[in-house]
């Protein structure tokens, strides 16, 4: 193993430094920022990985209901089958895919992923209404965040007036 070298003054040479000013102006408008793209003229980014995260942060907090028990599992063996189950979700996180229509599919297709876990091998009573319970659980998750963030702006944002987004990026 290599001994470290001591820190010596002469490291920071190449480091620049930016004034806050400057970094404003790289940075942009913060996370109410609005993206260009070739497909939509306006895609809400920051709504849909808010609508995301506080999906998923909805889904895995701790709940003693066996519908929340099922629904996480059936995140991750849905992640766990690989091709579009895995890249969907992962692009709409990382920013890469900003259109909430399939953040709403991809939500929707995980629960119902999850029932069909349940039905699967022998349907009976409790686990329908398990999956039952796991369907209203998945839509009374959903659909407040998407309330909350703006039905208007997340899936109609060129209707929004122009006060109320940032211009878009250049």
Same mark, same amino acid.
């Given at each position: ?94 920013? +890469?895919? !900003?259109? *909430? ?7 929707? %297709?995980?629960? #119902?992923? $999850?029932?069909?876990?349940? +039905?699967? !091998?022998? *349907? ?7 999956? %039952?319970?796991? #369907?209203? $659980? ?5 659909? !407040? ?21 940032? !211009?878009?990026?250049?």
């Amino acid at each position: 193993m290599e001994p470290s070298k001591p820190f010596n003054a002469s490291m920071l040479s190449s480091v620049s430094i930016v004034s806050p000013i400057e970094r404003k102006d790289k940075v942009g408008a913060g996370r109410h920022t609005v993206k260009k793209s070739t497909t939509d003229p306006l895609t809400p980014v920051a709504s849909t990985i808010n609508t995301l995260a506080g999906a998923l942060y909805k889904v895995f907090c701790a709940s003693p209901d066996q519908a929340r028990k099922e629904m996480r599992e059936a995140c991750f063996d849905y992640l766990s089958l690989g091709g579009v189950c895995s890249t969907g979700p992962v692009s709409l996180l990382s920013g +890469l895919n !900003p259109r *909430p229509l399939t953040l709403v599919l991809h939500f929707f %297709a995980v629960a #119902i992923f $999850g029932v069909g876990r349940l +039905l699967l !091998p022998f *349907p009976s009573p409790k686990r329908m209404w398990i999956g %039952a319970k796991l #369907i209203s $659980g998945a839509s009374g998750i959903i659909l !407040p965040i998407i309330k909350a963030e703006g039905v208007r702006q997340m899936f109609f944002p060129a209707t929004v007036p122009a006060y109320y987004r940032a !211009p878009p990026m250049k």
